[in-house]
C-alpha cells in the first residue's frame, strides 16, 4: 500500500506514540514531529521509514487510548525484528533526546533539547530549562500514573 | 613619570578576582583598565543567551559547553583527558594543555569575560581557621602567612559581593568563626529533598574509621546563587538580590533550572559579569581579545613597567589550524595586577623571564573521588541547584598528619557526572528493546533513585606538580600552552581509600544500593592497597604562585604583592599555599577585597 504523502506525518505520529509512551498530545505538543520525520528521511532516505509505516499501518489500532496503554504482540514483533532495530531506536533517540544518533551526531535545535522527553521520563525538567522554581526541589518527586 | 600613564592600574583578567580589584579601585577614584583575552562579548543579555543555546546544541555537555573555543585564547577541556591505553594515561594532542603526566590533570578553565564563574557551582565556603596552619598543626602541607582572622572582614565583603545565601548558625562548624551578630546577606537556599532524606536516615548513625567516630551530620552549602533575602542582614537594612546582567529582573531567585554548571540560564547564580558591569559603570575600561604575552620589566630593579598584549580581530575554532592576524601593544600604569587564572598568571610570568623558582610549582586540584548509588526510594534526582548540602565531619582532625581530609559534597543530580546519566540509561533500556511505556517505566525507576557523592580531597602543595613552557609548545597567537606535570601521593590516596570507606559505610547507613563501578580504562583510576579508586578535577585549579613570607618559599607577600617586583600584585587561587576543603572562589574574592585595599594604599602614598 502506498501511504498518501498527507497521512505520512500523521503516521509517523501515530507510531512514535508508540515507540515513546508519551501520548498525542505531548508529541504535538512539542511541535517537533514535522522536523523529526525530515531528520528521519534526511539521514535514511524515504524507503526505510515508508516500509516501516506501511507495517505499522497493517497492525489493528483502535483508537488513540490504546497506543498509549497496550502494546500488542505484533508491535512487538516489528519493533524487535532485525530490519527496523536501527530506524526505531533513531526515532525513540530523536523524541527521548531531540539529538540524530547516526552516522552524525547532532541536537537538532535548542527547541529539541528543551522537548526531550527524557526529562519528563524521568520525572525531571531538562537541565537549562523548563525551570520548576523556586525550593521545589525540596519538595517530594511527583509521581505519575502512567 | 605618573603624568603620561592613563591608567593608575592594568589588570589582566576579566574573571571575578579582576573585577573585584577594578570595581574596589574605581570605587576609590583609581583608573583602571582590564585587559581581557576572551571573545568580545557586549552586557546585553542576549549575548548571554547565545552561550546558552550554545550549551542547548552542545552533544557533550561539558563545563566549557557554552563557550566556545577560541584559538586566540584557548582553554582546556575536560574531554582532553582521554582514557588509560597499556596502563600509560592518553590526552589528547591537539587539546591546550601539553600533559606529561604521570597523572592526569583534570580540570579546566574558562577564557571569556567572566572567567570561570561563568560554568562555576556557586560553592560559597569558607576556609577552616586550620587550613590556613596546617604546617604548624599537622606538619603536613604549608602555612599561610596570614590567618582565619585576618581574612574574615574580607570573608564578608566577598559574602556581599557574590551575595551568598546561608543560615549562620548553621556553619560554625570545625571552629568557623563569625562576627557577632553577623547574617549572610540572604537565607538559605533551601535543601533538596535528598538531603532531607539523607538528613532522616543518617540520624544518630556514626563512622567509624582508625578508630575514630564522626558524625554523618549533613550540613547546607552556603551559595552564590540568589534565595529569599535576609532582612537582618547589615544591620537591618537588608539586601537587595542582583539579577541577570542586561536583565536585571531575571534572576532574583534560584529557579531551579539544575545546569549551574555549565550555565546558569537566568543568572541567578553569581557570575563576575555582574561585577565588571558595575566597574564599568565606574569608569573602568575592559579591553576585549586582547591576550597578554609578557611582562616588560626592568631587569635590575623588578619594576615592571609594562604589559605587551596581542589583539585579535577574528577568532577561529581551535581545531582549524588557521593562522590568526594579531597587532601587539603595550600598555603602562602605575600598578599591575595579573588576574588571569593560576594556570595563565604562571605562565605569563614564566613567559617573561621571572625567575623566582617557585613560579609554577606547587599546582594543586581537589581530585574529586565520585561514588554513586541508589536510594531505597525514589528520591527524584535532577532536580534544584546541583548540590546544597555536604557532610563537612571528615575536613579537619589530627589524621591530617597522614592523609588528606575531605569535603563530601552531595551531589543533586543523580549519575549526570560520573555516568553521564539520564542519556546512558535511556541508551540501556533502548538497547534492551525497551519502548513505550515499558522504557517510561524503566527510566522513571532507575533515575528517580539515583544520587552520588563527591568526595573533595585536599592535595599538598608540591615542587614537581607544576606549569611550565617549552618553546615547542604554542597556541595559534604564539603564545605558550600550559606544560603540566601533576601527581597525586600516598597523602591523597590514603584520603581516597578513607572516603571509600566512607561511601561503602554510608550507603549500608541509609539502606541504599551502592551501584559505584569503576571503569579501569578511564583516566583518574587507580588501583591503591587493593581498592579500585577513581577521581576527576574539581575545576580548583591553584597554588601557581602561592605567598608566603620571603621569595625562597613564594611567589606574593600577604599583601598579594610580588616579593620582587613591588609594582606586581596577584590574585585568584595561585596564591594559595593550602587548599583546605572548600571550593576555593569566595576565599580568593576575599583576597582580592584584601589586594584591592593594599593597592589603594600603595597607589595613594605615589600620589602624595
Given at each position: 500500500m502506498k501511504i498518501r504523502a498527507s497521512e505520512r506525518l500523521q503516521i509517523f505520529e501515530q507510531l512514535s506514540v508508540v515507540l515513546t509512551g508519551f501520548s498525542i498530545s505531548e508529541i504535538l505538543g512539542t511541535g517537533l514531529s514535522k522536523v523529526y520525520l525530515e531528520t528521519i528521511d534526511n539521514n535514511l532516505g524515504k524507503a526505510i521509514p515508508d516500509k516501516l509505516f506501511n507495517e505499522f499501518t497493517n497492525?489493528?489500532?483502535?483508537n488513540e487510548e490504546e497506543l498509549t496503554v497496550s502494546e500488542s504482540d505484533s508491535i512487538e514483533v516489528l519493533v524487535e525484528s532485525a530490519e527496523y532495530q536501527s530506524i526505531i531506536k533513531q526515532i525513540i533517540l530523536l523524541w527521548y533526546l531531540g539529538q540524530w544518533i547516526g552516522k552524525e551526531n547532532y541536537i537538532i535545535s535548542s527547541q529539541s533539547y528543551l522537548e526531550g522527553f527524557v526529562w519528563k521520563a524521568i520525572g525531571a525538567h531538562p537541565m537549562g530549562g523548563k525551570q520548576p522554581g523556586f525550593?521545589?526541589?525540596?519538595?517530594?518527586p511527583l509521581t505519575f500514573s502512567q | 613619570m605618573s603624568e603620561q600613564k592613563k591608567y593608575d592600574v592594568v589588570i589582566v583578567g576579566a574573571g571575578i578576582t579582576g573585577a573585584i580589584v577594578a570595581n574596589q579601585l574605581a570605587e576609590k577614584g583609581h583608573k583602571v583598565l582590564i585587559l581581557e583575552a576572551g571573545v568580545k562579548k557586549s552586557f546585553n543579555f542576549e549575548d548571554y543567551r547565545a552561550y546558552l543555546h550554545h550549551y542547548y546544541k552542545n552533544t557533550i555537555k561539558i563545563p566549557n559547553s557554552p563557550y566556545p573555543q577560541n584559538s586566540n585564547a584557548p582553554q582546556p577541556l575536560v574531554t582532553d583527558v582521554e582514557g588509560i591505553k597499556d596502563g600509560i594515561q592518553q590526552f589528547n594532542k591537539d587539546g591546550y594543555f601539553k600533559q606529561f603526566g604521570p597523572a592526569p590533570f583534570q580540570s579546566t578553565y574558562t577564557r571569556a569575560k567572566g572567567g570561570t564563574t561563568l560554568h562555576w557551582l556557586g560553592t560559597c565556603l569558607r576556609m577552616l581557621p586550620s587550613d590556613f596552619k596546617e604546617k604548624d598543626l599537622y606538619n603536613s602541607g604549608k602555612n599561610w602567612p596570614i590567618n582565619y582572622y585576618d581574612l574574615m572582614p574580607y570573608y564578608r565583603m566577598a559574602e556581599q559581593e557574590i551575595g551568598v545565601s546561608a543560615d549562620v548558625d548553621e556553619?560554625?562548624?570545625?571552629g568557623i568563626e563569625f562576627e557577632e551578630g553577623y547574617v549572610y546577606p540572604m537565607n538559605k537556599i533551601p535543601q533538596s529533598y535528598l538531603d532531607k532524606k539523607l538528613t532522616e536516615w543518617t540520624d544518630g548513625a556514626q563512622f567509624t574509621y582508625e578508630n575514630k567516630t564522626y558524625n554523618y551530620s549533613v550540613v547546607s552549602t552556603p551559595q552564590g546563587r540568589n534565595s529569599s533575602p535576609n532582612p537582618n542582614y547589615n544591620n537591618g537594612e537588608g539586601y537587595q538580590p542582583v539579577g541577570a546582567?542586561?536583565?536585571?529582573?531575571?534572576?532574583?531567585?534560584?529557579?531551579?533550572?539544575?545546569?549551574?554548571?555549565?550555565?546558569?540560564p537566568v543568572q541567578a547564580k553569581y557570575n563576575a559579569l555582574k561585577t565588571l558591569k558595575k566597574a564599568v559603570d565606574k569608569g573602568v575600561v575592559i579591553k576585549e581579545q586582547c591576550v597578554a604575552s609578557e611582562i616588560l620589566y626592568d631587569k635590575k630593579t623588578g619594576e615592571v613597567n609594562g604589559v605587551r598584549y596581542k589583539k585579535y580581530e577574528n577568532f577561529e575554532d581551535l581545531t582549524s589550524g588557521k593562522e590568526c592576524n594579531y597587532t601587539e601593544e603595550v600598555i603602562t600604569a602605575e600598578r599591575y595586577v595579573l588576574a588571569a587564572h593560576a594556570v595563565e598568571n604562571a605562565k605569563l610570568m614564566l613567559a617573561s623571564g621571572f625567575q623566582n623558582k617557585n613560579i609554577g610549582q606547587n599546582l594543586m586540584d581537589h581530585p574529586v573521588l565520585l561514588t554513586w548509588g541508589w536510594a531505597k526510594e525514589k528520591i527524584g534526582a535532577f532536580r534544584g541547584p546541583g548540590s546544597t548540602s555536604g557532610i563537612p565531619s571528615l575536613r579537619d582532625g589530627l589524621f591530617r598528619r597522614e592523609r588528606s581530609a575531605f569535603r563530601i559534597e552531595i551531589g543533586n543530580w543523580g549519575w549526570n557526572w560520573p555516568t553521564g546519566a539520564p542519556t546512558t540509561e535511556l541508551q540501556e533500556g533502548v538497547s534492551k528493546h525497551l519502548f513505550g511505556k515499558k522504557l517510561r517505566k524503566y527510566m522513571l525507576d532507575t533515575v528517580q533513585k539515583e544520587f552520588r557523592l563527591g568526595f573533595l580531597i585536599e592535595q599538598q602543595a608540591l615542587a614537581n606538580n607544576r606549569v611550565s613552557i617549552d618553546n615547542r609548545y604554542r597556541d595559534a597567537l604564539g603564545n605558550y600552552r600550559p606544560i603540566i606535570n601533576y601527581n597525586i601521593t600516598d597523602h591523597e590516596k590514603e584520603g581516597m581509600l578513607a572516603a571509600k570507606q566512607f561511601s561503602k559505610q554510608f550507603f549500608k547507613t541509609i539502606g541504599g544500593e551502592d551501584k559505584t563501578e569503576y571503569d579501569p580504562d578511564k583516566g583518574g583510576f587507580i588501583e591503591y592497597k587493593g581498592e579500585e579508586l577513581w577521581w576527576q578535577g574539581?575545576?580548583?585549579?591553584?597554588?601557581?604562585h602561592i605567598m608566603g613570607t620571603d621569595k625562597s618559599n613564594s611567589v606574593v607577600d600577604k599583601y598579594q604583592r610580588c616579593h620582587e617586583h613591588k609594582n606586581l600584585f596577584l590574585v585568584g587561587c595561585?596564591?594559595?599555599?593550602t587548599m583546605g576543603t572548600s571550593n576555593p572562589t569566595l576565599t580568593i574574592a576575599a583576597l582580592s577585597f584584601w589586594a584591592a585595599e593594599n593597592i589603594d594604599k600603595d597607589l595613594n602614598s605615589l600620589k602624595k
Open positions: 497492525i489493528p489500532i483502535k525550593g521545589t526541589w525540596g519538595f517530594p | 556553619q560554625g562548624f570545625l546582567v542586561g536583565n536585571p529582573d531575571l534572576g532574583q531567585r534560584c529557579e531551579g533550572n539544575s545546569a549551574c554548571v555549565p550555565i546558569c574539581a575545576g580548583h585549579l591553584a597554588g601557581t595561585g596564591n594559595m599555599p
